[in-house]
Each structure stands twice: as structure tokens, then as C-alpha cells.
């Protein structure tokens, strides 16, 4: 992967490269972001989980759409109004998601049970998501600035669209090795949307009416758009690029479009905060058909729209919302949680599935897409043993000793969406959530003797937000290959002691590679691999063998390393399986690891896999 960014004497030269596709990789860790922000702000509001995510994947839906729709050109519109077939274009503009978005939630709000108050919640996640987005935008080149003799200026390299542009314009002469340098313009819509985001949580505390925030984010984001386009190079916008003269004045066609905007979107968050009486947020009530109804509404549309206007990964992040009501409906309505029209509630549930199974994707290719659903239960111990020194220099010998005697538990599970390509490459898109708590039993020792001095319990709450996704190589009988799996966990993971006192361990990289002949023997590294993330933090080395199948029942074994020095260090032994029962579509994943002594984790999970259909 290229190195960061170089700094050059008169500029910075990015290493951008027309063989890796970094606008699209940040496009989706930009939604990934955005989304779970906004689940966790659903969460932290007190919205109905079911009725949030639909509320999400009908304005994830709109977004995606109008990002395309108001960067056709009007050729492309004709082509769409008259034939129906969606244009092969690959422009994009955020301020066309930006406005389909809004307008959803504008129509949805309403019809769901949701207050004015809603529009607020996307705010923050939307400022943090672009400006992901703009590390994508710096690294491909596109939404570049004019050029600059400024030593903040960037370079492209030959085939990027700022080297092209500037060639074709003759301002580059012939093999030159990098573009003049430009306007640094993503990097200023980057710190645009931090600026942006830092007004919202600074005013956090306000007492507003519901809406003002979105308002608020929304004008000061046009607003700045406004004078950066004053730097943007014409080639560099999507829409708008035109320059036109009104009155005297000339400015490009979205720069007159955000002259009218951003003061309106002002001018409304002003008069509400002015005039507008607050009223505390409502939570809309569940509602299991309306949701049901939604999400089969939503599939057909995803459905018709084809693979002209919607790539694999924006199929994929829209379904998987979808996915996850169901679930969530499914397990209410077993468990007779909620009350309502059950027939209906039965008969919505069956036209969902139908309508997810047949769902084309953007392919035609004839493979397999699988949905794994986990549920698991774990639990561990381990200690801590701190002495700490006393006097001038810790010359003096031992002063205190602390031990730490930690035993957990966890409850939770993975939704796992597995994609299989015709040449047997494995691709798996996963969400973790898993909850549980931490007892310590506290104790105060003589330094010389070991007599206890003092003791104490504590418990505290451990809750792990894990999304992840895992690759393979071609998958072939006897040959080699290799997989790679990369995620993060958020949340509430482990507390560990600091000389004594406990700390809390919020963000950790869940990471993990394998090399070798899959159905015979190959070599797997991880570091904090799902539950092994929470509690004890865990890192293994192994051999695993697939028992002479690819795709089946597999074992591994080795060393696990974690946190402990109580009895032994931190190393223990490991066994774990994936063990596969059968056709009925169930697996069961047992892992063990031990030093023998007071250090250990089990963990067992039990998963089903639905098939998706074909596409």
C-alpha cells in the first residue's frame, strides 16, 4: 500500500496510483462509519432498534441515489426518463445525497413516529463520514483545486485526473513526473467537516428545538462548500462546474445554488433557536408490520433498480440493514415479544424472505451468498500482580502490591454475510455485538510478607461493538493460499490495572492472516479475533487443518497470548474448531485455551446459515 503523504520543500506530493481504487474503499468505510455511529446514537436516543434501522436503510437507500441522480448530466436524464434503463455513469456528488437523504426523512419521519428531533441524530455521524470520505478523495485525486504556488500544494502523479487535466491543458511538458502543484481542496472540505463537527458537540448542551442541529450542520457546511469552490478546479467538480454572471458577479452554477441554500438553511436554524419553543424528544413506539412492509418495499425497489444503479457494495450495506430488522422482527415474534397483527406480521416476513432470496445483485454470476447468524456465551479469568517501588528513584525497595483477580463473562453473538466468486474467492462481511461483565476481586498485600492488608469487589460492565470483514485467496484443493482479516472493537473491551489503579480499554484492531494449503495445513496469526477482543485482550499463533475439505469442519491449534502474570505469564495453549453439522446448515465454534493454572478462556458459539440466494 502507498506510503503516507511526502513532504516536499514546495509541496506535498501524494502517492496516488491508478491501480488501487481508494475512493471506493473509503467510500464504504466512510458508510460503514456513518452507520454505526448512527445505530449507536439510535441507541444512546432510546429509538426502537427495528424501526431505526428501517428509518436507516430507507435514507442509506435515497443517499446512495441522489449522489448519482443530480450528477447526471442532462443527456443521461433523457436516457433514463425515456428508456428507463439507469445510465452508466460513475459521477458522484454529496450535495445530491445530502438532499434525497433529507427529503426522506423529511417524508418518513411522520409515517414512523419520529419528532423533529431525528434530523439532529445524523448530523455528527455525517460530519465524521465525510470526512473519511476526504482521505479517499486526497489519495484517488479527483475534487482537486486549481493550481498553486502556495507550499501547501499537492501533486499527483501521471495517470491520476489532475496530471491528465493539466496535461491536456499544456500546462505540463512532456513526461513530466508529477502534476504542478494544486489547491489542496479535499483537505480543506476535510477540516471543514471536523470545524462543522466540532460546533455540534461544543453546543451539545443547548436546549434547541428538534431539527436546529441538522440545520446548523447543514449551513455551515454549505457555507464553507461555498468558498472552497472559490479553490476547486472546474475539471474537479461533478456538478455545477459552469461558471455564470449574474448582476456582475460571476460564480460556477453550485456556487449560485449555495448562495441561496446556505443563508436558508442558516436563517432556519437561527429563527428556531430564536422563536421555536423546545420540546423533549419522543421515542415512536414499535410498529413490527410497518416495518415488515418497509423492508419488503425496499428489497423490490432494490431489485428493480438492477446493477446499473447500484454496485455489489452499496447493494450489500443496504440489505444488510434490512437483514438485520428481519432478524430482529423474527426473534420478536418467536419469543412473543411484541403484540400485534401476527398474521400479517408472518405473512410480511414471508414475502421478505422471498424478495431477499431472489434479489438480484450487480453480477451474474452463478454463486452463493450465505447469512450467518451466531449466538455465544464465554467466560475467562486471569490476574495482576503490582508492586510498586517507593522513595526518591524507587531506591528503597517495595512500597505497596496490588493483585488483581479478574473473572468474566460475555453473551452475544455475529451476522455474517458471506460471498463465495466463481473462482472460489471467499469474502465475508461481519458485525459482532457482544455484552458482559468483569468481577475483579481487589487485594492489598504486605510487599514483604504477602499478608493481605485490605481487599475489595468490583464489577464492572464490558460491551463490544465488533465490525469486521475477512478475504481469501483462490480456494483450491492442495494448492496454497492465503486470507486476511481486518476489523475494529468499540466499546467497553477490559479494564487492566495502571499502579493500581484500573483503566478501561475502549478501542482495539481486530486483525488476522493465514498462509498455507487450506484443506491441509496452513498458518494463522490473529490478534483479538471476535470475543477473544473483550475481556483479555488475546493474541494466537496456530496450525489448522481443513480435514482434507475447503469448505467445511476445521481445526487449530497453538499459542494464545494475553494479559496475566499471576500465574505462568500471559501464554496458554489453544484448541478451537469449526465444526459443521452436516447439511443442516448449523456450526458449532468451540474454543479453549489454558496455562493449567488460574489463566483461561472458553468461548462456544453456535451459528445458521441461510442461504440468499443466487446471483
Given at each position: 500500500m502507498?506510503?503516507?503523504?511526502?513532504?516536499?520543500?514546495?509541496?506535498?506530493?501524494?502517492?496516488?496510483?491508478?491501480?488501487?481504487?481508494?475512493?471506493?474503499?473509503?467510500?464504504?468505510?466512510?458508510?460503514?462509519?456513518?452507520l454505526?455511529?448512527?445505530?449507536w446514537?439510535?441507541?444512546?436516543?432510546?429509538y426502537?432498534?427495528?424501526?431505526?434501522?428501517v428509518?436507516?436503510?430507507?435514507?442509506?437507500?435515497a443517499?446512495?441515489?441522489?449522489?448519482?441522480l443530480?450528477?447526471f448530466?442532462?443527456?443521461?436524464?433523457?436516457?433514463?426518463?425515456h428508456?428507463?434503463?439507469?445510465?452508466?455513469?460513475?459521477?458522484?456528488?454529496?450535495?445530491?445525497?445530502?438532499?434525497?437523504?433529507?427529503?426522506?426523512l423529511l417524508?418518513?419521519?411522520?409515517?414512523?413516529?419520529?419528532?423533529?428531533h431525528?434530523?439532529?441524530?445524523?448530523?455528527?455521524?455525517?460530519?465524521?463520514?465525510?470526512?473519511?470520505?476526504?482521505?479517499?478523495?486526497?489519495?484517488?485525486?479527483?475534487?482537486?483545486?486549481?493550481?498553486?504556488?502556495?507550499?501547501?500544494?499537492?501533486?499527483?502523479?501521471?495517470?491520476?485526473?489532475?496530471?491528465m487535466?493539466q496535461?491536456?491543458?499544456?500546462?505540463?511538458p512532456?513526461?513530466?513526473?508529477?502534476?504542478?502543484p494544486?489547491?489542496?481542496?479535499?483537505?480543506y472540505?476535510?477540516?471543514?467537516?471536523?470545524?462543522?463537527?466540532?460546533?455540534?458537540?461544543?453546543?451539545?448542551?443547548?436546549?434547541?428545538?428538534g431539527?436546529?442541529r441538522?440545520?446548523?450542520?447543514?449551513?455551515?457546511?454549505?457555507?464553507?462548500?461555498?468558498?472552497?469552490?472559490?479553490w476547486?478546479?472546474?475539471a474537479g467538480?461533478?456538478?455545477?462546474?459552469?461558471a455564470?454572471d449574474?448582476?456582475?458577479?460571476?460564480?460556477?452554477?453550485?456556487?449560485?445554488?449555495?448562495?441561496?441554500l446556505a443563508?436558508?438553511?442558516?436563517?432556519?436554524?437561527?429563527?428556531?433557536?430564536?422563536?421555536?419553543?423546545?420540546?423533549?424528544?419522543?421515542?415512536?413506539?414499535?410498529n413490527?408490520?410497518?416495518?415488515?412492509?418497509?423492508?419488503?418495499?425496499l428489497?423490490?425497489?432494490?431489485a428493480?433498480?438492477?446493477?446499473?444503479?447500484?454496485?455489489?457494495?452499496?447493494?450489500l450495506?443496504?440489505?444488510?440493514?434490512?437483514l438485520?430488522?428481519?432478524?430482529l422482527e423474527?426473534?420478536?415474534?418467536?419469543l412473543?415479544a411484541?403484540?400485534g397483527?401476527?398474521?400479517?406480521?408472518?405473512?410480511?416476513?414471508?414475502?421478505v424472505?422471498v424478495l431477499?432470496?431472489?434479489?438480484?445483485?450487480?453480477?451474474?454470476?452463478?454463486?452463493?451468498?450465505?447469512?450467518?447468524?451466531?449466538?455465544?456465551?464465554?467466560?475467562?479469568?486471569f490476574?495482576?500482580?503490582?508492586?510498586?517501588?517507593?522513595?526518591?528513584?524507587?531506591?528503597?525497595?517495595?512500597a505497596?502490591?496490588?493483585?488483581?483477580?479478574?473473572r468474566?463473562?460475555?453473551?452475544?453473538?455475529?451476522?455474517?454475510?458471506?460471498h463465495?466468486?466463481?473462482?472460489?474467492?471467499?469474502?465475508t462481511?461481519?458485525l459482532?455485538?457482544?455484552?458482559?461483565q468483569?468481577?475483579?476481586?481487589?487485594?492489598?498485600?504486605?510487599?514483604?510478607?504477602?499478608?493481605?492488608?485490605?481487599?475489595a469487589?468490583?464489577?464492572?460492565?464490558?460491551?463490544?461493538?465488533?465490525?469486521?470483514?475477512?478475504?481469501?485467496?483462490?480456494?483450491?484443493?492442495?494448492?496454497l493460499?492465503g486470507?486476511?482479516?481486518?476489523?475494529?472493537h468499540?466499546?467497553?473491551?477490559?479494564?487492566y490495572?495502571?499502579?493500581?489503579?484500573?483503566?478501561?480499554?475502549?478501542?482495539?484492531?481486530d486483525?488476522?492472516?493465514?498462509?498455507g494449503?487450506?484443506?491441509?495445513?496452513?498458518?494463522?496469526a490473529?490478534?483479538?479475533?471476535?470475543?477473544?477482543?473483550?475481556?483479555?485482550a488475546t493474541?494466537?499463533?496456530?496450525?489448522?487443518s481443513?480435514?482434507?475439505?475447503?469448505a467445511?469442519?476445521?481445526?487449530?491449534?497453538?499459542?494464545?497470548?494475553?494479559?496475566?502474570?499471576?500465574?505462568?505469564?500471559?501464554?496458554?495453549?489453544?484448541?478451537?474448531?469449526?465444526?459443521?453439522?452436516?447439511?443442516?446448515?448449523?456450526?458449532l465454534?468451540?474454543?479453549g485455551?489454558?496455562?493449567?493454572?488460574?489463566?483461561?478462556?472458553?468461548?462456544?458459539?453456535?451459528?445458521y446459515?441461510?442461504?440468499?440466494?443466487?446471483?
Open positions: 502507498p506510503q503516507l503523504l511526502l513532504l516536499h520543500p514546495l509541496h506535498w506530493a501524494v502517492p496516488a496510483g491508478t491501480g488501487y481504487d481508494f475512493y471506493t474503499l473509503f467510500y464504504l468505510l466512510a458508510f460503514l462509519l456513518n454505526l455511529l448512527l445505530v446514537t439510535g441507541h444512546r436516543r432510546g426502537p432498534m427495528r424501526t431505526w434501522l428509518l436507516l436503510a430507507c435514507t442509506t437507500l443517499f446512495i441515489l441522489g449522489t448519482k443530480l450528477a448530466s442532462p443527456a443521461e436524464w433523457q436516457q433514463l426518463l428508456t428507463g434503463h439507469w445510465p452508466d455513469s460513475q459521477a458522484r456528488t454529496v450535495l445530491g445525497g445530502a438532499l434525497a437523504g433529507t427529503l426522506t417524508a418518513l419521519r411522520r409515517p414512523f413516529g419520529f419528532s423533529w431525528v434530523f439532529d441524530a445524523f448530523a455528527l455521524p455525517m460530519c465524521a463520514a465525510l470526512a473519511l470520505q476526504c482521505v479517499g478523495c486526497i489519495l484517488t485525486g479527483c475534487c482537486f483545486g486549481e493550481p498553486t504556488s502556495g507550499g501547501w500544494g499537492f501533486t499527483y502523479p501521471p495517470g491520476t485526473l489532475p496530471y487535466v496535461a491536456v491543458q499544456g500546462l505540463l512532456v513526461g513530466a513526473a508529477h502534476s504542478l494544486v489547491h489542496p481542496t479535499q483537505l472540505s476535510l477540516l471543514l467537516c471536523l470545524a462543522v463537527g466540532g460546533v455540534l458537540l461544543l453546543t451539545r448542551h443547548r436546549t434547541w428545538p431539527g436546529s441538522r440545520l446548523l450542520h447543514l449551513g455551515l457546511l454549505l457555507a464553507g462548500r461555498f468558498v472552497i469552490e472559490f476547486r478546479a472546474p467538480e461533478q456538478v455545477g462546474a459552469a455564470h449574474h448582476l456582475g458577479l460571476t460564480l460556477k452554477q453550485v456556487q449560485w445554488a449555495l448562495l441561496l443563508p436558508l438553511a442558516l436563517g432556519g436554524w437561527l429563527a428556531l433557536v430564536r422563536r421555536a419553543t423546545p420540546r423533549p424528544e419522543q421515542a415512536p413506539a414499535q413490527p408490520v410497518r416495518n415488515l412492509l418497509a423492508v419488503a418495499l428489497l423490490a425497489l432494490t428493480w433498480l438492477g446493477p446499473q444503479a447500484l454496485v455489489r457494495p452499496e447493494v450495506v443496504v440489505k444488510t440493514l434490512l438485520a430488522v428481519l432478524v423474527g426473534g420478536a415474534l418467536l412473543g411484541t403484540d397483527l401476527r398474521p400479517a406480521r408472518v405473512a410480511l416476513a414471508g414475502v424472505l431477499t432470496s431472489q434479489a438480484p445483485a450487480d453480477s451474474a454470476k452463478i454463486r452463493p451468498n450465505t447469512l450467518e447468524v451466531s449466538l455465544g456465551y464465554g467466560n475467562g479469568a490476574g495482576e500482580d503490582v508492586s510498586t517501588s517507593g522513595g526518591s528513584g524507587g531506591c528503597s525497595g517495595a505497596t502490591r496490588q493483585t488483581y483477580a479478574h468474566y463473562s460475555l453473551l452475544g453473538g455475529n451476522v455474517e454475510l458471506h463465495t466468486n466463481p473462482d472460489n474467492r471467499v469474502l462481511y461481519g459482532g455485538i457482544w455484552r458482559g468483569d468481577q475483579v476481586h481487589y487485594q492489598t498485600l504486605d510487599p514483604t510478607t504477602g499478608a493481605v492488608l485490605g481487599y469487589d468490583s464489577t464492572f460492565r464490558l460491551l463490544d461493538v465488533n465490525p469486521y470483514f475477512e478475504t481469501s485467496s483462490r480456494l483450491r484443493p492442495g494448492r493460499g486470507g486476511f482479516r481486518a476489523g475494529l468499540l466499546g467497553s473491551l477490559s479494564n490495572n495502571d499502579e493500581p489503579f484500573l483503566y478501561s480499554k475502549s478501542t482495539s484492531l486483525l488476522g492472516m493465514w498462509l494449503v487450506r484443506d491441509v495445513l496452513y498458518a494463522q490473529d490478534v483479538n479475533r471476535g470475543a477473544l477482543g473483550l475481556g483479555n493474541s494466537r499463533l496456530g496450525l489448522g481443513g480435514l482434507g475439505r475447503l467445511g469442519s476445521s481445526v487449530l491449534a497453538g499459542l494464545a497470548y494475553s494479559k496475566n502474570n499471576d500465574s505462568g505469564g500471559g501464554r496458554m495453549g489453544f484448541l478451537s474448531a469449526d465444526i459443521r453439522l452436516g447439511r443442516t446448515g448449523v456450526t465454534y468451540p474454543y485455551a489454558t496455562d493449567f493454572g488460574r489463566h483461561h478462556q472458553l468461548n462456544l458459539r453456535v451459528g446459515r441461510l442461504p440468499l440466494g443466487r446471483h
